[in-house]
């Protein structure tokens, strides 16, 4: 796919979200003070030396049609199968390990919010093959970005919401208007120790709708952006919240997705 061509129906009244923080000044002051290194080894060179960019491959063609999980059987996922998701698809571009796992992991622990841009050039081919490949580019119905949540006592530590910034850079990337839509209104435990039955119940009732929150236009299609898709449970709760306060189609799309081996297995 070329990779300059937008793809999508993009209505004029519709801009990004303009509340979305950008780049500071600072940050761009420390690259030339402390150059970049790679993200994963370490190596002299901005964000991933050569040998780790080449080391990261797309997510896996042969998926479960719904969830996204890489599988040789597209109708029968370990994942998905008996539960109840929210959202109609879910896609991610690349698997949740190597120097993609460095890369996540230096956008949320190390301040480096310029990282979500880099990311976003990355993976913005494979985005926009899954966003087709999920029919969003089969109408002229226009598709709207938005992001998971942070509570506010997160964001205060951590200065930015990464799912927000990795939003807003696919936003600018493929030309989609953004918007802000949900608000986490509590913290919660961090979910990577819990299994599927464990996050659904320490989510509940922590995201709701911000009460500003409109209808995106003529558009009746959600994309929610996240950095990594883990079980499920972060998505489809944002989802279920979206479906039943605006009425709207809600896909899920994320830089990364872990893979469990076997069904029992933890992250
Ligand atoms: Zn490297
Ligand atoms: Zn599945």
Redesign the pocket.
Known sequence: MDDGKLIFPVPEAQKPDARMPEPGILDNLLSVVFPLR??????G?NW??V???AAIKPIAPEHCHWCGRPSANADSCPECRGRELHFSKARAAFGFNG?VRSLVHRLKYSGQRRLAAFMVELACNQAQLSMAEVGLTDSNKAVTLTYVPMHRSKRLVRGYNQAGLLAKALSRRLNLPLQTLLCKEHPTFAQNRLGFDERRGNLKGSITLLRAARRPGAANRLVLVDDVYTTGSTASECARVLKEGLGVDVQVWTFARAVRRQSWQRF
């Not at 790679?38 to 190596?43: A, F, K």
């Open positions: 790679c993200v994963h080894c370490g190596g060179c991933l030396c040998d780790c960019h120097p």
